[in-house]
């Protein structure tokens, strides 16, 4: 058969959504997507002839391709994985998971009406600041305090109100890139602020400051190289000395601090990471982080500092553009909540959870979850555990091997790239890492109901 005679042999549109089998998608799927998934599974076949590749142009090939682009459509794209990686603020995959009493209020606030802007007490309009403003100065010994959208807002937003037409001086070891659109000059260019760089890659000395500030100097600027380090050779100013040299000439001094730490991490065996009180008590006028990287709340940005300061951040017009909606000023509100019990954050709250877990307790689930493995999906894989390691993610702790213990699943019938495949299309979605023919399965970011789904997916990808 040639392609003319195949192309006319191609079934119409109104055909196929009259077949049964695509008209009994009715109630999973709405018409009009049904409609698009008809003519785009027509098309692909019509594509394909014309550009000289087989394909089967018959009503029950089309219409099998139809229903499954309508199933795929009808679908919701935001949808849950399971994170098996290791990687605790994994932002692809949505960074923090939110403790359950933020998850409560946020669907509290999310059906019915707040006080979002509502004092209750004079019965008049009230300030959505007020939510998490003190809590944040408990936290931080901070005056004054604000959230937004994410921290690259409270950085533009700060860099604007401060900097703007004024030059602002960064260390060049600090021009950093977090996350492929956030770069500190990019933004710095936004903002209207100048950069001024100064020192070199490895090293940056209180003179080199000091030399370049003139009357045009609006801002000292330090950011924390989040996701990566200078190792070796190094230096950088202390913040303490730039609020001294800033104090001296009479220039703000801000800090992106990033990764939004609250409290000592070294309680828990993990790395020192300057914590947002640390940047506040050394005199700071403005300190930013996220809310969703290790503070392990909602996606946001959270500036503390000097009262003057935060009240013209608030009055800024980018203020309006960046401001947080009610359900993540709930989050955010609860998250910050269970800080003020240090070891109830410790418990509650995922991100901290996951990352507090001991080596010791991570070998006892992945044992029990390796010997699962093993009762449901009998030879189809080889499983054992090993020792490895797992990540903060999110740009944060880049150095830290945080110790863990992984399962090792050796599939025996099919190869690991297609077990991984087969386990990241699943329902629900499994990701997982593949190191030396092993797909690991790292329980410190699995949740404990979770395990028995990832022991499903595996047997599911066995037989499929
Ligand atoms: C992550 C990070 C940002 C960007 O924060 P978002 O909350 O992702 O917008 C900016 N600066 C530093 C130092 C960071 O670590």
């Given at each position: 058969?040639?392609?003319?005679?195949?192309?006319r042999?191609?079934?119409?549109v109104?055909?196929?959504?009259?077949?049964?089998?695509?008209?009994?998608?009715?109630?999973?799927?709405?018409?009009?997507?049904?409609?698009?998934?008809v003519?785009?599974a027509v098309?692909a076949?019509?594509?394909?002839l014309?550009?000289?590749?087989?394909?089967?142009?018959?009503?029950?090939?089309v219409?099998?391709?139809?229903?499954?682009?309508a199933r795929?459509?009808?679908?919701?794209?935001?949808?849950r994985?399971?994170?098996?990686?290791?990687i605790?603020v994994?932002?692809?995959?949505?960074?923090?998971p939110l403790?359950?009493a933020?998850?409560d209020?946020?669907?509290?606030?999310?059906r019915?009406?707040?006080?979002?802007?509502?004092?209750?007490?004079?019965?008049?309009?009230?300030?959505?600041?007020?939510?998490?403003?003190a809590?944040i100065?408990?936290?931080?010994g901070?005056?004054?305090a604000?959230?937004?959208?994410?921290n690259a807002?409270?950085v533009?937003?700060?860099?604007?109100?401060?900097?703007?037409?004024r030059?602002?001086?960064?260390s060049?070891?600090?021009?950093?890139?977090?996350?492929g659109?956030?770069?500190v000059?990019?933004v710095?260019?936004?903002?209207?602020?100048?950069?001024?760089?100064?020192?070199?890659t490895n090293?940056?000395?209180?003179?080199?400051?000091?030399s370049?500030?003139?009357?045009?100097?609006?801002?000292l600027?330090?950011?924390?190289?989040?996701?990566?380090?200078?190792?070796?050779?190094?230096?950088?100013?202390?913040?303490e000395?730039?609020?001294e040299?800033g104090?001296?000439?009479?220039?703000?001094v801000?800090?992106?601090?990033?990764?939004g730490?609250?409290?000592?991490l070294?309680?828990w065996?993990?790395?020192?990471?300057?914590?947002v009180?640390?940047s506040?008590?050394a005199?700071?006028?403005v300190?930013t982080?996220?809310?969703?990287?290790?503070l392990?709340?909602?996606q946001?940005?959270?500036l503390?500092?000097k009262?003057?300061?935060?009240?013209?951040?608030?009055?800024?017009?980018?203020?309006?553009?960046?401001?947080?909606?009610?359900m993540?000023?709930?989050?955010?509100?609860t998250t910050?909540?269970?800080y003020l019990?240090?070891?109830?954050?410790?418990?509650?709250?995922?991100?901290?959870?996951?990352?507090?877990a001991t080596?010791?307790?991570?070998?006892?689930?992945?044992?029990?979850?390796?010997?699962e493995?093993a009762?449901?999906?009998?030879?189809?894989?080889?499983?054992?555990?090993?020792?490895?390691?797992?990540r903060a993610?999110?740009?944060?702790l880049?150095?830290?091997?945080?110790p863990?213990?992984?399962?090792?699943v050796?599939?025996?019938?099919?190869g690991?790239?297609e077990?991984?495949?087969r386990?990241?299309?699943?329902?629900p979605h499994v990701i997982a890492?593949i190191s030396?023919?092993?797909l690991?399965?790292?329980?410190?970011?699995?949740?404990?109901?979770?395990?028995p789904?990832?022991?499903?997916?595996?047997a599911?990808?066995?037989?499929e």
């Amino acid at each position: 058969m040639d392609v003319q005679e195949r192309l006319r042999q191609l079934p119409k549109v109104d055909a196929l959504l009259e077949r049964e089998d695509i008209a009994a998608l009715a109630g999973e799927v709405p018409r009009a997507l049904v409609v698009d998934a008809v003519r785009e599974a027509v098309e692909a076949v019509r594509g394909s002839l014309l550009e000289g590749h087989e394909a089967d142009a018959g009503a029950d090939a089309v219409a099998a391709e139809a229903i499954r682009i309508a199933r795929a459509k009808a679908r919701r794209s935001l949808r849950r994985v399971i994170n098996a990686t290791g990687i605790v603020v994994h932002t692809n995959l949505g960074r923090s998971p939110l403790a359950d009493a933020a998850v409560d209020a946020v669907a509290e606030v999310a059906r019915g009406y707040s006080t979002l802007e509502y004092d209750v007490e004079s019965g008049e309009r009230g300030s959505r600041h007020v939510h998490v403003e003190a809590l944040i100065c408990r936290l931080t010994g901070a005056e004054a305090a604000m959230a937004v959208n994410n921290n690259a807002a409270a950085v533009l937003l700060a860099l604007a109100r401060l900097a703007r037409g004024r030059e602002a001086i960064v260390s060049r070891g600090q021009l950093v890139e977090i996350g492929g659109s956030f770069r500190v000059p990019d933004v710095m260019a936004e903002s209207g602020a100048t950069m001024i760089e100064v020192g070199t890659t490895n090293k940056t000395h209180l003179r080199d400051y000091e030399s370049a500030v003139t009357e045009r100097t609006g801002l000292l600027l330090k950011v924390h190289s989040s996701n990566y380090r200078v190792v070796g050779f190094t230096e950088e100013v202390p913040l303490e000395q730039l609020v001294e040299l800033g104090a001296k000439h009479g220039v703000p001094v801000m800090e992106d601090q990033g990764s939004g730490v609250l409290v000592d991490l070294r309680a828990w065996g993990l790395p020192y990471e300057p914590t947002v009180g640390e940047s506040v008590t050394a005199g700071a006028d403005v300190v930013t982080c996220s809310g969703d990287k290790l503070l392990g709340g909602p996606q946001a940005g959270v500036l503390a500092g000097k009262r003057h300061v935060i009240t013209a951040l608030k009055k800024h017009p980018l203020a309006r553009a960046v401001r947080l909606d009610k359900m993540t000023l709930a989050a955010l509100e609860t998250t910050l909540r269970l800080y003020l019990e240090p070891e109830r954050a410790a418990r509650e709250i995922p991100t901290l959870r996951m990352l507090s877990a001991t080596r010791d307790e991570l070998a006892e689930r992945a044992v029990r979850l390796a010997d699962e493995i093993a009762k449901r999906c009998g030879d189809a894989y080889l499983t054992g555990t090993a020792d490895d390691v797992s990540r903060a993610g999110g740009g944060a702790l880049p150095m830290a091997d945080i110790p863990t213990v992984v399962v090792a699943v050796s599939p025996q019938r099919l190869g690991v790239v297609e077990l991984e495949r087969r386990l990241r299309m699943g329902d629900p979605h499994v990701i997982a890492r593949i190191s030396e023919e092993r797909l690991l399965i790292d329980p410190r970011t699995l949740a404990p109901a979770e395990e028995p789904e990832v022991v499903d997916a595996l047997a599911r990808a066995a037989r499929e």
